[in-house]
């Protein structure tokens, strides 16, 4: 089946720095455009990257300039490279990827970041 696991949230300070990592199985990771998603308490969940399997990228108006999403097939990893992180930045960050044919969303379990002021 598949699983997506992410993984590097923590707890950070405003300016600061955090890359997260998603390792996917049980689909082509190379055929599979891949997004992180975020969602804050009381939010609903938004779009922060996607990245397709040419590797085109695409940002939330929030982070761009702060925020890189890359891929790396031989390993079935998208990562997210965060930078001068703020408060609002404070998430749960969810990697999330589709199946082509079907259009199902998979999500993985969340990581959390927190950035303090």
């Known amino acids: 089946q598949v699983q997506l696991v992410e993984s590097g949230g923590g707890l950070v300070e405003a300016g600061g720095s955090l890359r997260l990592s998603c390792v996917a199985s049980?689909?082509?990771?190379?055929?599979?455009?891949m997004n992180w998603y975020r969602q804050a308490p009381g939010k609903q969940r938004e779009l922060v990257a996607g990245?397709?399997?040419?590797?085109?990228?695409n940002y939330a108006d929030s982070v761009k300039g702060r925020f890189t999403i890359s891929r790396d097939n031989a390993e079935n990893t998208v990562y997210l490279q965060m930078n001068s992180l703020k408060p609002e930045d404070t998430a749960v960050y969810y990697c999330?990827?589709?199946?082509?044919?079907?259009?199902?969303?998979?999500w993985g379990q969340g990581t959390q970041v927190t950035v303090s002021s």
């Open positions: 049980g689909i082509i990771f190379g055929l599979n455009a």
């Open positions: 990245i397709t399997t040419g590797g085109s990228t």
């Open positions: 999330n990827t589709k199946n082509t044919w079907t259009g199902y969303q998979y």
